[in-house]
Antibody
Framework: QLQLQESGPGLVKPSETLSLTCTVSGDSIRNKNYYWGWIRQPPGKGLEWIGNINFDGITYYKPSLKSRLTMSVDTSRNQFSLRLTSVTAADTAVYYC????????????WGQGALVSVSS | QSALTQPASVSGSPGQSIAISCTGTSSDVGSHNLVSWYQQHPGKAPKLIIYEDTKRPSGVSNRFSGSKSGSTASLTVSGLQAEDEAAYYCCSYTGSNNLVFGGGTDLTVL
């Protein structure tokens, strides 16, 4: 059974960098059939797609976040990561990692989510 | 890349059917058969219930169905049950490997 687990600091100061890692178990992140994605949800609000990455490091980012966003993959650890720079309170959200088929634009497995608060 | 438009809330009594709309544009919902729907209970991760407009993943109740007309997709939940009370989100491919979600709809089972 595929499982995804987000990890990282729960509190980040304004203007600093938010970093999260998603650990995948039950499947190889090298599987060419999948992309790996990040979605976030501000408290009490809706879902927002952030971006996707595959095992080759090919990335697709939400255009409005592209200038602050970097995604990477570590195949040796079966993990992929998110870095968001220059954060503000508007970046406070539950961040989910999820799996997406290469040939499909939907997320079939999700992590439980990690709350990241941006506050001084 | 504006969010897709969903009603903020819908409600229905047990056993009834309800429909949730998801309105986009000719560049997203209307251009591709790539709308998905997610169910989210409070404090939980979203769960995929419909993909590619009308397909249902294995294990999802056949009380959930998807459809589309032009730039508006719809999720129908038939035979409402108490456990269906949740938030529902649509999501569409917008081109260039980008995705956009709807604002979400809270379903209340009366």
């Amino acid at each position: 059974q595929l499982q995804l687990q987000e990890s990282g600091p729960g509190l980040v100061k304004p203007s600093e960098t938010l970093s999260l890692t998603c650990t995948v178990s039950g499947d190889s992140i090298r599987n060419k059939n999948y992309y790996w994605g990040w979605i976030r949800q501000p408290p009490g609000k809706g879902l927002e797609w952030i971006g996707n990455i595959n095992f080759d490091g090919i990335t697709y980012y939400k255009p409005s976040l592209k200038s602050r966003l970097t995604m990477s993959v570590d195949t040796s650890r079966n993990q992929f990561s998110l870095r968001l720079t220059s954060v503000t309170a508007a970046d406070t959200a539950v961040y989910y990692c999820a799996r997406r088929y290469t040939s499909g634009f939907f997320f079939d497995y999700w992590g439980q989510g990690a709350l990241v608060s941006v506050s001084s | 890349q504006s969010a897709l438009t969903q009603p903020a809330s819908v409600s229905g009594s047990p056993g009834q059917s309800i429909a949730i709309s998801c309105t986009g544009t000719s560049s997203d919902v209307g251009s591709h058969n790539l709308v998905s729907w997610y169910q989210q209970h409070p404090g939980k991760a979203p769960k995929l219930i419909i993909y590619e407009d009308t397909k249902r993943p294995s294990g999802v109740s056949n009380r959930f169905s998807g459809s589309k007309s032009g730039s508006t997709a719809s999720l129908t939940v038939s035979g409402l049950q108490a456990e269906d009370e949740a938030a529902y989100y649509c999501c569409s491919y917008t081109g260039s490997n980008n995705l956009v979600f709807g604002g979400g709809t809270d379903l209340t089972v009366l």
